[in-house]
T-cell receptor, first 114, second 116 residues
Framework: DGGITQSPKYLFRKEGQNVTLSCEQN?????MYWYRQDPGQGLRLIYY???????QKGDIAEGYSVSREKKESFPLTVTSAQKNPTAFYLC?????????????FGDGTRLSIL | AQTVTQSQPEMSVQEAETVTLSCTYD???????LFWYKQPPSRQMILVIR??????QNATENRFSVNFQKAAKSFSLKISDSQLGDAAMYFC?????????????FGKGTHLIIQP
């Protein structure tokens, strides 16, 4: 079945440590996205990529980095510069340049601080 | 910048009744798309319905329909014949139009409770 796989489901970070969240899709989608969700809040856009080797900052990119070396993969690194990383992280993808194509979401990764 | 506002943090409805969730948005664009997503306790985001701003006809998907008022920048979701499985967080989302693939701007959500 086609879909988006996020791993791990739960992740713990120590102070001063960088951690990487994985996102893989086999939907042959061009565009991929990372969102952050805090309790009682909607999703906020961290980074997005419309094609391989290209990505743009979203509304809350500080303290995060991404890469897009393959169409299927869009990993997110939470760096030590992100002082409040505890949140639920969702990866999404869409066909890309199309007429209002909806985004499909993975099951998310919950990141906590040790 | 675009903003999306959901003014109802929580709504409750009896099973089999109809409920309407409100959403307003602010944008200077004329071409855009609007979406309603459902997030059950599993935290998975599920697309419920979408609306293209250039279409005057309101979108409908089975028991789910929208009331899109472009001039008022309002996009409410009506759920008919509510079922226990409809209990979830509901998020309204906006995406700018054009040929690109920008990210979505979300509201803070409405928690829908279904009373048996």
């Amino acid at each position: 079945d086609g879909g988006i796989t996020q791993s791990p489901k739960y992740l713990f970070r120590k102070e001063g440590q960088n951690v990487t969240l994985s996102c893989e899709q086999n939907l042959n989608h061009d565009a991929m996205y990372w969102y952050r969700q805090d309790p009682g809040q909607g999703l906020r856009l961290i980074y997005y990529s419309q094609i391989v080797n290209d990505f743009q900052k979203g509304d809350i990119a500080e303290g995060y980095s991404v890469s897009r070396e393959k169409k299927e993969s869009f990993p997110l690194t939470v760096t030590s510069a992100q002082k409040n990383p505890t949140a639920f992280y969702l990866c999404a993808s869409s066909i890309g340049q199309g007429i209002g194509q909806p985004q499909h979401f993975g099951d998310g990764t919950r990141l906590s601080i040790l | 910048a675009q903003t999306v506002t959901q003014s109802q943090p929580e709504m409750s409805v009896q099973e089999a009744e109809t409920v309407t969730l409100s959403c307003t948005y602010d944008t200077s664009e004329s071409d855009y798309y609007l979406f309603w997503y459902k997030q059950p306790p599993s935290r998975q985001m599920i697309l419920v319905i979408r609306q293209e701003a250039y279409k005057q006809q309101n979108a409908t998907e089975n028991r789910f329909s929208v009331n899109f008022q472009k001039a008022a920048k309002s996009f409410s979701l009506k759920i008919s014949d509510s079922q226990l499985g409809d209990a979830a967080m509901y998020f309204c989302a906006y995406r700018r139009g054009g040929g690109g693939a920008d990210g979505l701007t979300f509201g803070k959500g409405t928690h829908l409770i279904i009373q048996p």
